[in-house]
């Protein structure tokens, strides 16, 4: 088998990243977007030595749970894995592959995995779109699978339609002003879960003196409540408001949150809430919780209710400030939040008895240094939100060697068509 050969394979199964596993001769082959049971003619692109990649040239018969994608651009962008596949059907596949990732880090769960669905339609409320010249005019949207060329999006079935509006037309704006356009990487988006705050953040190469030429581009979506233009270099970027204020509320569970466009918050709009209470569940109440990746402090205030003491610890400093301010406003006299990495934080608080610790990293997983610091301060429970099964599966098998027992599993569709999961697994000593 050589790249440019075309082959017909039969997808067995789905793994992680929305990929079909198929096998020609003996090789492993990876389909993008195959589904089990589909019979596909595709074209070889590249060869390891253990494994092929290929694009899929003709579906010859399609396999379980079909369905026509209700995006016509479904094909071209990479923002959307399972459009193709019936939603009932999409929740098991996922559920799958969870038991095979973590299998094949050495977990075993046996038990049925449950994953909460979603509404498909405007679930997203932050979102990001790359802009790009092509031939003398600009697109505005996401990168075409496994390249960087954008397909320029009319309408994007995972956001609101005000977002969908304002992506228009500043995708508009941007056509009109090249010399704006030439200093723009991206755009990103955040809204308020109810829909009624909508702030845009402008990823640029220019410096803060080059900001305000950038300000005008709000007049082409009046209806946004915040603009500004991400500036400097690497290592010193930094947000100027330009228009409005930079922060979308949602209220999660009764609590008034805040949240920079440039923080991290959960983008369903729908389940948030469900997993914010699904982890003070998993939270055994009293003693004191450590909340290791804290952004604004959607868990940590949740689990304030219930704890004795909650102390936080985030990296993004605007994130951070955010924290802060959503547990003045809560009046939330037992929360201490703290600005820097993880370690930063179990340096600086000393183990307590029956402690619990809550962890929510990014997708790369929290990895082995922070899951040794955490089993070595003997915490009752750890309670472990991942957006990433692979990297979930490595960090349970780390903690499994480290004395303790994955008790319970809950999967949440946060990211439905697409090939991403979150899962909350709560840990106990063995």
């Not at 050495?106 to 990001?128: D, K």
């Not at 309408?155 to 010399?179: D, F, Y």
């Not at 300000?215 to 009046?222: M, S, T």
């Not at 923080?263 to 939270?283: C, G, H, I, Y």
Request: include cysteine; charge should be neutral.
């Amino acid at each position: 088998m050589q790249p440019g050969d075309a082959i017909e394979v039969t997808v067995e199964k789905g793994v992680y990243r929305g990929l079909g596993l198929a096998r020609h001769e003996g090789q492993v082959v990876f389909v993008p977007r195959g589904r089990p049971g589909d019979r596909l003619r595709v074209r070889v692109e590249s060869v390891t030595p253990g494994y092929a990649r290929a694009v899929t040239e003709a579906v010859l018969a399609e396999g379980a749970a079909p369905r026509a994608s209700p995006c016509p651009l479904f094909s071209q962008c990479g923002g959307c894995a399972y459009q193709h596949v019936d939603y009932a059907a999409q929740l098991q596949l996922k559920a799958d592959i969870l038991r095979e990732s973590l299998g094949r880090a050495g977990v075993g769960w046996e038990a049925p995995i449950v994953v909460q669905p979603s509404p498909e339609l405007g679930w997203r409320t932050r979102a990001g779109f790359h802009v790009q010249e092509a031939g003398g005019s600009w697109r505005l949207g996401l990168h075409v699978e496994g390249t960087h060329r954008v397909v320029d999006l009319e309408r994007c079935l995972q956001i609101s339609e005000a977002m969908n509006r304002t992506q228009r037309a500043l995708a508009r704006a941007l056509g009109e002003k090249p010399h704006q356009a030439r200093r723009i990487s991206s755009v990103d988006m955040a809204e308020s879960m109810d829909g009624g705050q909508l702030v845009v953040a402008l990823e640029t190469d220019g410096e803060a003196a080059d900001a305000p030429a950038l300000a005008a581009l709000a007049d082409a979506a009046p209806w946004i409540t915040g603009l500004g233009a991400v500036v400097g270099r690497a290592g010193r970027r930094r947000y100027v408001p330009l228009r409005g204020e930079p922060y979308v509320d949602s209220t999660v569970l009764g609590l008034k949150l805040r949240a920079h466009v440039r923080s991290f918050f959960q983008a369903n709009r729908f389940l948030t809430e469900d997993l914010a209470r699904a982890v003070a569940a998993a939270t055994p109440a009293g003693g004191t919780v450590l909340d290791l990746y804290a952004g604004v402090g959607l868990f940590a205030l949740a689990l304030a209710r219930t704890a004795a003491v909650v102390r936080g610890v985030e990296i993004n400093p605007i994130a951070a400030e955010d924290a802060q301010v959503n547990a003045r406003r809560a009046g939330l006299g037992n929360v201490t939040l703290m600005t820097g990495d993880v370690r930063k934080g179990l340096e600086a608080w000393r183990p307590e008895p029956d402690e619990r610790i809550v962890l929510d990293p990014p997708r790369t997983g929290a990895g082995a240094e922070v899951v040794q610091a955490v089993a070595a301060r003997k915490p009752a429970a750890v309670v472990y939100v991942s957006c990433d099964p692979p990297t979930l599966g490595r960090d349970l098998r780390a903690f499994s060697a480290a004395g303790y027992r994955l008790e319970s599993l809950r999967a949440f569709d946060m990211f439905p068509d697409t090939h991403h999961l979150e899962t909350l697994a709560r840990l106990l000593p063995m």
